[in-house]
């Protein structure tokens, strides 16, 4: 049984932002999708849990998201939990190291880790993203969350696919380089 994958799956402008400084998207939610929104239903299919930060939650809930136990949602915090936390959703507190070695190993689909930059930088510097997919969106923001947390890394990735839509959208698909042991 082949082990299940962490699979960052983000859209960015193409100055490498995945959100206007306060969290907003109007810049990607105001576009009209092709048919087969950039194949995220297709890969919505091939996950079982989500992996996302504290902020991108809470935006996620205001924005009035639904939250179900067929689809667990791995919130990483450093605060306490709210008071009502919906149903499928967990609060972890285990280091990512860990957390991520034990859910590659359970049996299931692959996890989908959805920001924000933060948490992506934070799995990232504990070698726990296996794949990146980056829909470049071809409009500059000027300013805003970056993909991932700045900090002085350097990390190599393998182009596995690219893909190109008629709105001019781009999609890159890459596998993280794994350091040698």
Excluded: C
């Amino acid at each position: 049984m082949p082990k299940r994958k962490i699979i960052a799956n983000i859209a960015t402008s193409a100055d490498g932002y995945v959100a206007r400084t306060d969290g907003n998207l109007d810049w990607l939610t105001r576009r009209p999708a092709p048919k087969g929104f950039y194949g995220l239903p297709k890969f919505s299919r091939a996950i079982d849990a989500k992996i996302l930060g504290r902020k991108t939650f809470d935006l996620s809930v205001k924005m009035g998201a639904s939250f179900s136990a067929d689809n667990v949602h791995f919130v990483f915090s450093r605060r306490p939990p709210p008071a009502s936390v919906p149903v499928g959703v967990q609060f972890v507190t285990e280091s990512i190291r860990a957390f991520a070695e034990r859910l590659r190993k359970e049996a299931g689909k692959n996890i989908w880790m959805m920001g924000g930059g933060e948490i992506i930088g934070s799995f990232l510097d504990e070698n726990a993203i296996d794949e990146f997919i980056i829909t470049v969106v071809p409009t500059f923001i000027g300013e805003g969350i970056p993909l991932i947390a700045p900090t002085h890394r350097e990390v190599p990735l393998r182009l596995l696919s690219l893909q190109r839509f008629p709105d001019g959208v781009v999609q890159l698909h890459y596998s993280v380089k794994q350091p040698r042991a």
